[in-house]
């Protein structure tokens, strides 16, 4: 597994000399792409081979995949989080009887209903073997960033970037998420949060269930490290023409729902809005409290 993954793994976006802002963007659920050696017939059933579309977050490359145009660092994975959820703990999962079992952990081998999502269990041995091909390439290539970033500001700014699903967001529109304030500077969160309520959005911040996953909790250092991490969340319904019932039935059978262009189109210059005031705000912050 290693040697196929080698070049692919992870996706790491540029901007062009003399664009760079301090602002590396983190993509964790973009993938929709199943291992190599994962087929139709290690699925339990035929149908479940859509969930490796379903789980990635709807439309988020619509969304964060070209910020590195607009001076971000962008990171992603091409896989779906089925197989490794990057924005989970590493031990996030449960041994049983010698196999892994997880519905919604750093890996899926289970629905919520507590059904076997393949054929054959995994275990211990090839997770950690897919963990250390995957998960941990994926945390020392953030860490390597923010290192490079910090070292050339003095101070870097992590933006996790999230499409969430309209059955768990329910009517919140958008969510910014800093583990309430400790991850990241107050000052930043409600810059973006006005960018985004200038524009019509209704947006909350660190509502239970999203103030900010493992990427965020890990990376959001603005005491000692001067590095402020915040996790954007928008709803998923926002994105497409259909019905909240009819979006989530479609992605449940891994068909993929008709885009709102225009919304799409007014998220997108939210999103570019805030990269391009979050800058001077974050310098703001640190050199201040240096």
């Avoid at 087929?39 to 490359?61: K, Q």
């Avoid at 619509?62 to 145009?69: I, N």
């Avoid at 103030?211 to 965020?216: A, D, L, Q, R, W």
Wanted: proline content about 6%.
């Amino acid at each position: 597994m290693r040697e196929e993954h080698r070049e692919s793994f992870p996706i790491v976006r540029h901007p062009a000399p003399g664009t760079r802002t301090p602002i590396l963007v983190s993509v964790p659920h973009y993938g929709t792409r199943p291992l190599p050696h994962i087929t139709r017939d290690d699925y339990r059933e035929p149908w479940f081979e859509t969930f490796a579309y379903g789980f990635a977050d709807t439309f988020v490359g619509d969304l964060y995949a070209d910020l590195h145009e607009h001076g971000a660092t962008v990171l992603t994975t091409p896989f779906s989080r089925i197989f490794v959820d990057v924005n989970r703990r590493r031990d996030d999962f449960e041994h049983h009887d010698g196999e892994v079992r997880s519905r919604r952990g750093v890996v899926r081998t289970h629905t919520m209903r507590d059904a076997p999502i393949f054929t054959r269990p995994l275990a211990p041995a090839d997770l950690e073997e897919r963990l250390q091909t995957l998960y941990d390439p994926y945390y020392a290539t953030l860490e390597h960033l923010l290192t490079e970033l910090r070292g050339a500001y003095g101070y870097a700014l992590l933006l996790d970037g999230h499409t969430g699903s309209p059955r768990r967001m329910k009517d919140h529109q958008v969510i910014i998420g800093t583990r309430r304030d400790a991850t990241c500077a107050p000052q930043l969160a409600a810059t973006a949060a006005a960018i985004f309520r200038r524009h019509g959005f209704e947006v909350h911040d660190n509502v239970s269930g999203y103030t900010g996953g493992n990427i965020v909790a890990t990376y959001g250092q603005p005491e000692t490290r001067g590095v402020h991490a915040m996790q954007l969340e928008i709803n998923a319904s926002l994105l497409t023409t259909t019905s909240h019932e009819e979006f989530i039935a479609q992605v449940s059978r891994g068909e993929i729902p008709a885009k709102a262009e225009e919304s799409i189109v007014r998220i997108r210059q939210c999103i570019r809005e805030v990269l391009a005031a979050l800058p001077s705000v974050l310098a703001s912050v640190c050199e201040g409290s240096g």
